[in-house]
């Protein structure tokens, strides 16, 4: 490829006319807990304080980063692009807790990005000569400081750990393909090759423990949600409550499986971080437990709309109680005294007003129904036979063929 630059000079830093500034980025728990804080983060001046908090929040590596790094010489690729390692004679000089720190400026994350793509596509034989690598190695760091390109979570997160810093683990069993022989190949490392793509889209076979079966999805869906990714599957295949197992028992149904899988993937940080892992689930409008399922989707949208409401609610009647103190005209305590200040008295509370106001119209009467039953959520949704009509409502495409549901062992 030749690469023409647009956005850059030869021989000049893509930075260098670029400002950059330093921010706080920090997240708190409702009662004021700090989560995580991080001070004197280096972003393009241009950079909102939101697109910051993600930056520094999600996507800088906080560990591991050696503070001592060398270049490691490889004889065909160009001295510029040589990938870095842990100088391990310099960081024995260095206190112990100080060896080790994590990435704190934007630029470190640009170049470990537009690096490793560089250093890929030098290896691969993609490029015309090196003026071409060191072109593109500066537009798309120059392109990435403006916010006129992005790769999706898994690069950031994950892609130029072992190209800039020599980060690596264990195999964790992913495949790769290998650009000179064109085969596919399980790697080595963690990090050498790592897992850059943001969506997956897995299989399911009616199977307990066996490769490619139920529990066996978790370990995959695992390894997908650890390293940044997101994965669908449509669990189609799986039999339904009480159907006949090999064995002579009867399966514990759908539901019970995809429950197991929902409560994994909110346990999992997805790349390490602050973000719950992306997991959408697919079943067939004819599957036998497919009303369970329905309902247990709008079981989940009522609980959404009850915290939802809830805050409203409070929020609506603070406002009030703040309002009817700050206004009042009496003395001393009595502002604060619903027996001496009538705006603050118990009977002008409207709560059923509140609830009207703040809740759509189509989702009051099951919460109604919620709240007259228990104070919890935990309710019966209403069956409403129009549901069982729609093969949209579970997400397949109308005439998609059904997978077999086969018996299991």
């Known amino acids: 490829m030749r690469i023409e630059r647009r956005y850059t000079k030869d021989g000049q830093s893509p930075y260098a006319e670029i400002e950059f500034r330093l921010t706080t980025s920090e997240i708190r728990n409702p009662d004021g807990s700090v989560v995580f804080h991080a001070d004197d983060v280096e972003v393009p001046a241009v950079w909102s304080q939101v697109a910051s908090d993600v930056l520094a929040q999600k996507y800088f590596r906080k560990a591991g980063v050696p503070a001592r790094l060398k270049k490691l010489e490889e004889p065909t ?7 870095s390692v842990a100088d391990e004679e310099a960081l024995e000089a260095l206190p112990e807790k100080e060896r080790h720190i994590g990435e704190q400026s934007a630029k470190q ?12 596509g030098w290896k691969g034989g993609y490029f015309d000569s090196e003026a071409d690598a060191q072109a593109f190695f500066d537009e798309q760091r120059y392109m990435l400081a403006m916010q006129m390109v992005a790769p999706n979570s898994p690069q950031w997160f994950n892609t130029g750990l072992h190209w800039a810093y020599g980060i690596d683990g264990p195999s964790q069993g992913h495949f790769y393909v290998d650009f000179q022989t064109g085969k596919l190949v399980k790697s080595k490392s963690a990090y050498e090759h790592p897992q850059p793509h943001a969506c997956f889209i897995q299989s399911i076979s009616d199977d307990l423990v066996n490769e490619g079966g139920i529990m066996d999805l978790w370990v995959r869906e695992a390894r ?4 940044g990714s997101g994965t669908g599957s449509n669990f189609s295949r799986l039999r339904g409550e009480g159907e006949k197992l090999s064995g002579g028992g009867k399966s514990s149904g759908l539901m019970s499986f995809l429950k197991i899988g929902d409560r994994a993937a909110g346990a999992i940080k997805s ?8 997991k959408m689930v697919i079943v067939d409008v004819d599957h036998p437990d497919i009303e369970q399922y329905i309902n247990w989707k709008v079981r989940e949208e009522e609980k959404v709309a009850n915290l939802v409401t809830g805050s409203k609610i409070n929020q609506r009647h603070l406002k009030a109680v703040l309002k ?5 005209e009496g003395s001393g305590d009595d502002c604060f005294d619903p027996d001496k200040n ?5 009977s002008r509370a409207t709560p ?5 106001s703040t809740t759509p119209t189509g989702i009051r009467k099951p919460i109604s129904r919620c709240r007259a039953r228990t104070p919890t959520i935990r309710c019966a949704s209403p069956t409403n036979s129009s549901r069982r009509s729609r093969p949209t409502a579970t997400g397949t495409s109308p005439g998609a063929p059904s997978p077999a549901r086969s018996p299991r062992p």
């Open 77 to 83: 690729v160009p001295s510029w692009l040589w990938r």
């Open 109 to 120: 994350v640009f170049d470990r990005l537009a690096g490793t793509w560089t250093y890929w």
């Open 224 to 227: 997908l949600f650890k390293y």
């Open 271 to 278: 790349g390490g971080t602050t973000r719950r892992a992306a």
């Open 324 to 328: 009817a103190c700050v206004n009042c």
């Open 342 to 346: 009538p705006v603050l008295s118990p």
């Open 352 to 356: 059923t007003s509140s609830f009207r």
